[in-house]
């Protein structure tokens, strides 16, 4: 199946410090990804849709300003969580919908863990 | 409002027996499915998926039927394997004909006992 990277995998950083965390499709173009996050035991959340040469589309109650989404090419999506606190830790996945491939099937990258102290 | 539902957070089994995840859904609009497994500290793996057109779909050990009358799917995984082991979601696309993301359900943690 198609491959999606997420880097990095973890990241320990300070609170009020930015994280960026990238998301690529190493085998296909993704006009589309996605940005979730997973608190433990809880669902897969969404935040926001990146559409690749236009501004992401957010859900509702995630900030846009704090959570910056940039889709700059058709294999790269970047996640920056700005001035980042304690409860910004979180499993954050990036997913990839396959233009040709099953009916809205998306491929997940294997997650970036952050914690913020 | 939680448009996919998981209502059974853990399920344990043991080695050899089938294992049934439930999954419901209210949008009838919803016209496909997909289960996804994910271990710890990794993400989703797509498992199998169904269309509204089928009310069965086949994928070696395993099987998901589609109950459209009563808005209700279920994953059945048989023998189960402690390999199995891990949180399955159930996840259906919007109403959008392209990009469309997905919902998804609570998951459920399966547990294949030795």
């Known amino acids: 199946g198609a491959v999606v990277s997420q880097h990095p995998s973890w990241v320990i950083c300070k609170s009020g410090t930015s994280v960026k965390i990238e998301c690529r499709s190493l085998?296909?173009?993704?006009?589309?990804m996605f940005w979730y996050r997973q608190f433990p035991k809880q669902s897969l959340m969404l935040m926001a849709t990146?559409?690749?040469?236009?501004?992401?589309?957010?859900e509702q109650g995630v900030e846009k300003d704090k959570f910056l989404i940039n889709h700059a090419s058709l294999t790269l999506s970047t996640l920056t969580v700005t001035s980042a606190h304690p409860e910004d830790s979180s499993f954050y996945i990036c997913s990839a919908r396959v233009p040709t491939g099953l009916n809205n099937e998306q491929f997940f990258g294997p997650g970036t863990r952050l914690t913020v102290l | 409002d939680q448009q996919v539902k998981q209502n059974s957070p853990s399920l344990s089994v043991q080695e050899g027996r089938i294992s049934i995840l439930n999954c419901d859904y209210t949008n009838s609009m919803f016209d496909y499915f997909l289960w996804y497994k994910k271990y710890p500290a990794e993400g989703p793996t797509f498992l199998i998926s169904?269309?509204?057109?089928?009310d069965k779909n086949e994928d070696g050990r395993f099987t998901v039927f589609l109950n459209k009358s009563a808005k209700h799917l279920s994953l059945h995984i048989v023998p189960s394997q402690p390999g199995d082991s891990a949180v399955y979601f159930c996840?259906?696309?919007?109403?959008?004909?392209?990009?469309?993301?997905?919902?998804f359900g609570e998951g459920t943690q399966l547990t294949v006992n030795p």
């Open positions: 990146s559409n690749e040469g236009s501004k992401a589309t957010y």
């Open positions: 085998d296909f173009q993704a006009t589309t």
């Open positions: 996840a259906a696309p919007g109403e959008e004909t392209s990009g469309s993301r997905l919902t």
């Open positions: 169904i269309s509204s057109i089928k």
